[in-house]
């Protein structure tokens, strides 16, 4: 039998894996490789990176567990869209397997792989793994794509069936994996990147990381709906970043929740979805990376006043959410969901920055990027991409901040300089009078900054930007 090569990306797990299904039935040697792509570790400015430590110390779980069952995994730094092809002619593999990626970046450089491969006389075989629908398999009746959720919800669980949720169980198989005997580690230094605040972060990486979160979650998620709204509760999943890099499978989750009738379990399950709505939306329309889904509102003439977008980075816009949200990003590189949807909106119709420039920031801090659901919901929350709202839905930071936390406490947790504020002052601490100032110690102007701009104001200029756009 020939030897086949797995080549592992965003899928940094064993069970339930498509690509190693695969490969383990054509019934001979398996061999495994990662790449630390030097086509993307080198646009990264910051090198102690939080998603390259987490991929580090996933591919070395990756490693140890193939290790465990016989196998071994070749671990590469430099361009993929060579060191692949090398690989596979070195270790005289027929066929190199992989998950299928849909960022237009990556589809770009499997093209050069699968060329350079053909030209070996070998073939490069992608395979869905990280969506449970991919690229044509949910369209409308039309045959086009959709463009709004909600009937895209809807055709998606119309043409679910349990095929779509199987289980990839290739344990049996495992005695087919080959060892990499010459394959080492390399050291985060040797990559060019140093550790990050990662474990004081206690995010745990791999299988086990995205296992422990998992159990931990399925014990909340019946209060999913009623919570995840609010950024100073224990709502949220905190699997984003598992999904990212694949330390779980997406069938798991699925299967899971849609067992599970509870409010919690069926809301949970909308947001998987918005997921595979983005990566349908990004494969169909790969240009929406630079430019609006709706490409008239391209031609609006973002102001971006100086010193505003510096503001929005440093949480100096003298708002509390806002500032509480950015100083979470960049303290931790997570972001509560409701925030990055205030904080976007807030960036471009309060502030009047071209939303390009806050996905880019995003794209540059989040721990768990994702190239099309960042897009995806920065250009909702501009109003220029698949929404079914119009663009005068323009968030008001204060009634945001008072509707989701209500008493302050995420506000104080990472803003403690607005600790002792009263509660009736949290949101809005430019109301407070000076002798609450005096009695609070703190004082608008000297340890907090007075708001950027007037929201009344800014909504103003916001409908005017938009209303003259042909």
Not at 227 to 233: H, N, V, W
Not at 310 to 338: F, K, S, V
Request: charged residues 20%; aromatic residues 12%; contains cysteine.
């Amino acid at each position: 039998m020939t030897a086949t090569l797995v080549w592992f990306r965003r899928d940094l797990r064993l069970a339930d894996h498509a690509a190693l299904a695969y490969a383990l039935d054509t019934g001979g040697p398996v061999h495994a490789a990662f790449v630390f792509d030097t086509d993307i570790l080198d646009t990264l400015k910051a090198r102690a990176d939080r998603r390259v430590e987490f991929i580090w110390h996933s591919v070395g779980a990756l490693k140890q567990a193939l290790e465990q069952h016989g196998g071994g995994l070749y671990i590469l730094h430099g361009p993929a869209r060579r060191l692949i092809p090398e690989l596979a002619q070195r270790l005289a593999v027929g066929q190199v397997h992989a998950n299928r990626d849909y960022e237009p970046a990556a589809r770009a450089r499997d093209a050069i792989v699968a060329d350079a491969l053909a030209a070996q006389g070998r073939e490069l075989c992608l395979h869905k793994d990280q969506v449970v629908f991919d690229t044509d398999e949910i369209l409308t009746l039309a045959g086009t794509p959709f463009h709004v959720f909600t009937p895209y919800k809807r055709a998606w669980l119309a043409r679910l069936g349990g095929e779509h949720l199987a289980v990839y169980d290739s344990e049996a198989h495992y005695s087919r994996l080959a060892a990499a005997p010459d394959s080492v580690m390399p050291d985060l230094a040797d990559l060019g990147f140093t550790a990050s605040n990662l474990a004081e972060l206690n995010i745990v990486p791999g299988e086990a990381g995205a296992q422990s979160l998992w159990r931990d979650f399925q014990t909340r998620i019946e209060n999913y709906k009623t919570l995840r709204d609010f950024p100073a509760r224990k709502g949220p999943s905190y699997l984003s970043v598992h999904l990212r890099f694949g330390t779980v499978s997406i069938r798991e989750l699925a299967r899971h929740v849609l067992a599970d009738a509870g409010e919690g379990a069926q809301t949970w399950l909308s947001e998987l979805i918005w997921r595979e709505f983005y990566q349908m939306l990004l494969w169909h329309h790969p240009e929406t990376v630079a430019r609006a889904f709706q490409h008239r509102f391209d031609a609006i003439p973002w102001p971006n006043p100086p010193g505003n977008f510096e503001a929005w980075c440093t949480a100096r816009t003298g708002y509390p959410l806002i500032d509480a949200a950015m100083r979470q990003l960049n303290q931790t590189g997570y972001m509560h969901n409701r925030l990055r949807m205030i904080t976007a909106s807030f960036l471009v119709k309060d502030l009047h920055v071209d939303w390009r420039r806050g996905e880019q920031y995003f794209a540059a801090n989040l721990v768990d990027y994702d190239q099309a659901a960042n897009i995806g919901g920065w250009q909702w929350s501009a109003s220029v991409g698949t929404d079914a709202q119009p663009w005068f839905r323009i968030f008001n930071p204060v009634t945001q901040s008072e509707k989701f936390d209500p008493e302050g406490g995420f506000i104080r947790r990472y803003l403690p300089e607005l600790a002792p504020l009263p509660e009736r002052y949290i949101h809005a601490p430019w109301r407070m009078p000076e002798t609450v100032q005096e009695q609070c110690g703190v004082r608008i102007g000297r340890d907090y900054p007075p708001p950027r701009v007037d929201h009344a104001v800014a909504r103003v200029v916001t409908l005017e930007l938009f209303k003259a756009c042909p």
